[in-house]
C-alpha cells in the first residue's frame, strides 16, 4: 500500500513499525460547537483509512482527541454564562449524536485534554530538562530556533517565518516563532497547578501528550486536514521529538478541505453548513458516499445538487443489493437433493458462470488496488458499480432460464451468486462503512415524517369542519402510541415524542 506522505512530499510504501499493527492519532476537534460539514471530513476519511486496515487484516490502534481546554472554549462560556465543562459536556455529547449516522468506527480512543493535564505538565517538563523550553512569568514557552528541522513539514526555513511572524510588543517570549506550551492562569479562566504556578495547557502540547500516552514515542501515522500542518502539526512534532527522541509519527496524512464556490468552509468564514443541518436532509450514508467519491486530498466542492445526486447514487446501490438477495431467496429456496453442483462445459450456462466467476474476484483484486493506491476511494466506489453491473447482469440471466433449470442448478448458482454479493457488501458495509440497514433507518424515519404531516393535516381539515370526533380521535390515537400533539394559536400544530 503506498499513502501520500507530507513530510516527504511523496507516495511511500507504508511499512507498519509493528508487524500487522496500525497505530493513528488524527487531530480531533475543539468542542465549543456543533461541527460542520467541513470537520466531518477528516472523521469519514481516516474511519475509512482505519476500516481498510482492519480490512487488511491489520490489528489497528486509533486515537482521535478532544480539545476541551482552548480561547474558544472559555470565550463561549463566558458569553453565555455558564462554565466551560458545560460548553465542552455539551458538544461532546452533540459530537456523538452528529457522527452517529456517519457510522463511525466505534472503537476509536478518544482522550480528553483535562484528563490528560499530567501527561503535558510530564512532557512541558521533560522540554525545559532538555534545553528546549523556558518560562518566563508562570509561561512555558517552546524555544523553536533550538529545533533545527522546524519547519521541514510545512516546507519552511525558520529565517523565511521569522520574516513574516508579526512581533507584538505586547509579547513576552523571546521569539516571536515560539510557542507556548503552558499558559499562566487569566481572571475567569480554567486552571490546573503546575511546577510554574496555576495555569492552563497551550494547544499543541496535548496531542504530543496524549499521542505518547496511547500510541508510544513512534507510531505510524497522523492525520488531521491540511490546515493542520502549520503551526499545529510542525509544533507536534518539534514538542514530541525534542522531548522524547523517538521518531514520532512515519507517516503525515492530511486531507483536503470542503469548500463552497471555491472557498474553504469555515466558522470563522460564515459559509457553512453544520453537520446536523445537512442531516436533516440527507442521510449519513448518503454524507460519506458524498465525502469518499472524492480522493482524501483533493478538494470537495459542496452543492446540494452534487448531494441529490448522491442520493440517487445510493439508492440505485442499495435496490440493486436488495434484488441479489431476493435472487439469491429465491435460488436457495429451490435447493433440494436433486441439484447439480456442476455443470457440463457443454451447458449454455457454463459459459456465464465461468465468467462471472473471474470478473468477481477481479472486481476484489480492483478494489484492494485502488485502495492501496493512498486511498483512491472514488476508483474504488467505481469497481463497486462495475461490479453491481456485472451482478445485475447475472441476475436477468437467472431470472430468465426456465424454471425447471433454474431448479436443478440452484445450488451452484446461489453458490456462485453469494460468494460476489458477500464480498461486495464486506466492501461497501465494513470498509466504506456505508450500512443499508441504516438507510432503511433513515427512510423510514422519513416515511414517519411524511406522515406525521399527513395525519395532522386531516386533522386540521377536521377541525375547520368541525369534525371534533375524528380530530379528536386523531389526537387520542396518536397519544395511545406515545406522540403527544399541540396546538398553536396560530393554527399549526407541533408534536413531540413522550
Ligand atoms: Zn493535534
Redesign the pocket.
Known sequence: MRLYNTMSNKLEEFEPIEEGKVKM?V?GPTVYNYIHLGNARPIVVFDILARYFKYRGYDVTYVQ?FTDVDDKIIKRANEEKVSPEKITEKYIQSFFEDTEPLNVLKDIKRPRVTENINEIIEITEKLIENGYAYEIDGNVFFDVKKYNDYGKLSNQKISELEIGARVDIMEIKNNPLDFALWKKKKDGEPYWDSPWGEGRPGW?I??SAMSRKYLGDTFDIHG?GQD?IFP??EN?IAQSKCAYHGHFAKYWLHNGFVQIDGDKMSKSMGNFFLLREILGKFSGNVVRLFILSTHYRKPINFSFEDMENTRKTLKNMISSLKRFEAVLKNLQSLINHNNLKKIERTDELYKFIEEFKEKSDDFNNKFIRAMDEDLNTPQALSTIFDQIREMNKFSDIIEKISDKEKSEKSELLSEVLNLSYKSLKIKIEDVLGVLMINEEKASNSELSEKLMKLLLKIRSDARKNKNFELSDEIRDGLRKIGVEIKDNKDGTTDYTLV
Request: hydrophobic residues 10%.
Open positions: 492519532y487531530c482527541n499543541h496535548e496531542c488531521g493542520l499545529h502539526h507536534e
